[in-house]
Nanobody, 122 residues
Framework: HVQLVESGGGSVQHGGSLRLSCSAS????????MAWFRQVPGKKREGVAA????????NYADSVKGRFTISRDNARNTLYLQMNSLKPEDTAIYYC????????????????WGQGTQVTVS
């Protein structure tokens, strides 16, 4: 079965950096679009960045363009999110997701999800 496990979250000061990882198993990782989403309690889940199966096409939310970088290693079945210049408004639970579909920022297009990792910026 599909399993996605995020890691790398934590607490960081305004302007700092974090790198999230998502380890995937149970499916042919290289054939699936992958994405990062985030959610604050009481708010809708927000698309942060999405990447095509081979990693050549990428979408970013306007709020993170120029600060976050999504990448993937298909040999290691791992997705990454490098987050720089972090702001307090980036505080959220970050989830990785997989879909046999276009690399969208719409969470309804993704059937597979990790358990999330907390990022706190103060």
């Amino acid at each position: 079965h599909v399993q996605l496990v995020e890691s790398g979250g934590g607490s960081v000061q305004h302007g700092g950096s974090l790198r999230l990882s998502c380890s995937a198993s149970g499916y042919t990782y290289s054939r699936y679009s992958m994405a990062w989403f985030r959610q604050v309690p009481g708010k809708k889940r927000e698309g942060v960045a999405a990447i095509s199966p081979p990693g050549r096409a990428i979408n970013y939310a306007d709020s993170v363009k120029g600060r976050f970088t999504i990448s993937r290693d298909n040999a290691r079945n791992t997705l990454y999110l490098q987050m720089n210049s972090l702001k307090p408004e980036d505080t959220a639970i970050y989830y990785c997701a997989a879909a046999d579909d276009i690399w969208s920022l719409d969470p309804t297009r993704y059937p597979y999800w990790g358990q999330g990792t907390q990022v706190t910026v103060s």
